[in-house]
C-alpha cells in the first residue's frame, strides 16, 4: 500500500550530522507508524528511532537518545532522522520502515514496508 525511498546517507566524520530522509508514496501516510533501523555487517537490523502516526509519540533507542531526533511531515509524506554528534558505530545501512495502523514496535519483523536503505558511514 506504501512504497519507501530514503536518500540523504554518506560519508562523515566522527562529530558531525547527517539528515536522512524517507519519502513515502500513496494516502493515508499519517496512520503508519514509521521506524528507522540500521544493520551493520555481520549484524542483525536493529531499531533505531520510531514515531507513531496518530499524535506522533517518539521512541528511541538508548543508544542514540540525545543524539538523534525523528520527525514527520504528513502534507509531504516525509519522515526525517537527523543525526547529529555521529560514531564510528552509527556506520549502518539505514532503512525506513513502515506498519499501517499501529504503534511503533522494535521488532523488524513486524513492519510491513520497507525501503532500499541508505549507507551511513563515519570515520574515526
Known amino acids: 500500500q506504501v512504497q519507501l525511498v530514503e536518500s540523504g546517507g554518506g560519508l562523515v566524520q566522527a562529530g558531525g550530522s547527517l539528515r536522512l530522509s524517507c519519502a513515502a508514496s500513496?494516502?493515508?501516510?499519517?496512520?503508519?507508524?514509521m521506524s528507522w533501523f540500521r544493520q551493520a555487517p555481520g549484524k542483525e537490523r536493529d531499531f533505531v528511532v520510531g514515531?507513531?502516526?496518530?499524535?506522533?509519540?517518539?521512541y528511541y533507542s538508548d543508544s542514540v537518545r540525545g543524539r538523534f531526533t525523528i520527525s514527520r511531515d504528513n502534507a509531504k509524506n516525509t519522515v526525517y532522522l537527523q543525526m547529529n554528534s555521529l560514531k564510528p558505530e552509527d556506520t549502518a545501512v539505514y532503512y525506513c520502515?513502515?506498519?499501517?495502523?499501529?504503534?511503533?514496535?522494535?521488532?523488524?519483523?513486524?513492519?510491513?514496508?520497507w525501503g532500499q536503505g541508505t549507507q551511513v558511514t563515519v570515520s574515526a
Open positions: 514515531i507513531s502516526g496518530p499524535v506522533g509519540t517518539t
Open positions: 500513496g494516502r493515508t501516510f499519517s496512520r503508519y507508524a
Open positions: 520502515a513502515a506498519r499501517f495502523n499501529s504503534d511503533v514496535l522494535v521488532t523488524s519483523t513486524r513492519y510491513e514496508f
